[in-house]
């Protein structure tokens, strides 16, 4: 089993950036594909982010593309959301996960059934 716990969310404003960071614990953390979801209010829990195993691939749903960028380091077992240019639509709660596969085709990052462990989610506000 893996544990995960976010941090690094906040307060920011329009334009700005925060980074997010997951800590993941599990002796196999390395072979893990590991992502990024969020929630806002009234909302469904939507993709935002994939990095597989290694870190050599990387998925981004397309309402953050360029502006997110999702990196991993196993030596520290700690996967991390860098997101610049922050608009209020970006407010959320923002939550690591998971998976027991290294990778998966391209279609399985954005899929929630994918993965297999979630983090309690950490806030991020973007205000305007």
């Known amino acids: 089993q893996v544990q995960l716990v976010e941090s690094g969310g906040g307060l920011v404003q329009a334009g700005g950036s925060l980074r997010v960071s997951c800590a993941a614990s599990g002796r196999t953390f390395s072979n893990n594909a590991m992502g990024w979801f969020r929630q806002a209010p009234g909302n469904e829990r939507e993709f935002v982010a994939a990095i597989n195993w290694s870190g050599g691939s990387t998925h981004y749903a397309d309402s953050v593309k360029g502006r997110f960028t999702i990196s991993r380091d196993n030596a520290k077992i700690t996967v991390y959301l860098q997101m610049d240019n922050l608009k209020p639509d970006d407010t959320a709660v923002y939550y690591c996960?998971?998976?027991?596969?290294?990778?998966?085709?391209?279609?399985?990052?954005?899929?929630?059934?994918?993965?297999?462990?979630w983090g309690q989610g950490t806030q991020v506000t973007v205000s305007s």
């Open positions: 996960t998971a998976a027991n596969k290294g990778s998966g085709g391209s279609m399985d990052y954005g899929r929630r059934y994918f993965y297999d462990y």
